[in-house]
């Protein structure tokens, strides 16, 4: 999937996080990116995302937790890259062809805050009916509970939708702005 096909299907100017509703209205349509770690589908709402873009040259940031792989240009802003299957818990995976950076926007203590996510490929932006939209199941997932906002339905089968807010947390949001700051400190030397 394009960048240009994700910047059709995202409205202009609605870049911030939406906020987490108790439940989907049965009829409200919600549009997902969905992508691939390993063999398993997850979905991030797209009004979340800023771009997708090839997975590139990432330059290492010593003494981070292990799940962030380091830092990128992007147009001359430095912005942190996490492996999310790292963050996941699970074993790190080789780069192939289709390993993206996905940019999404997060909120943090001190605002947004832009950061790249590396999944194993993109899918495609998916609309799911707010029906077909479930609460996370109370065990069972082969990552944290929290991390989950809800199940979609897709032809039968769940997609994982995620809560980048809690993937991403405060306190490891302010690990994250501090890597960014020290890799912009160190690059303007």
Do not use: W
Not at 45 to 53: C, D, N, P, T, V
């Amino acid at each position: 999937m394009s960048s240009n096909a994700l910047q059709q299907a995202t409205p202009r100017g609605q870049n911030s996080v939406a906020t987490r509703s108790s439940e989907p209205e049965p009829d409200e349509q919600h549009q997902y990116l969905t992508f691939l770690l390993g063999d398993e589908m997850f979905a991030i709402g797209i009004l979340s995302i800023r771009e997708i873009i090839e997975y590139g040259f990432v330059t290492d940031v010593p003494m981070t937790p292990p799940f962030i792989r380091g830092v990128i240009n992007l147009r001359g802003a430095v912005v942190p890259v996490l492996d999310l299957a790292a963050r996941f818990g699970r074993q790190a995976r080789e780069n192939s062809k289709r390993t993206c950076i996905v940019i999404v926007d997060i909120e943090g203590a001190n605002g947004s805050q832009q950061m790249g996510v590396v999944v194993d490929a993109v899918n495609e932006v998916l609309e799911i009916a707010g029906c077909d939209i479930e609460p996370p199941p109370e065990f069972g997932a082969r990552i944290r509970n929290d991390f989950i906002k809800n199940m979609g339905k897709i032809d039968g089968k769940f997609v994982i939708i995620l809560d980048l807010n809690r993937v991403l947390s405060v306190e490891e949001v302010g690990v994250i702005a501090n890597v960014a700051n020290s890799a912009a400190a160190v690059s303007s030397v």
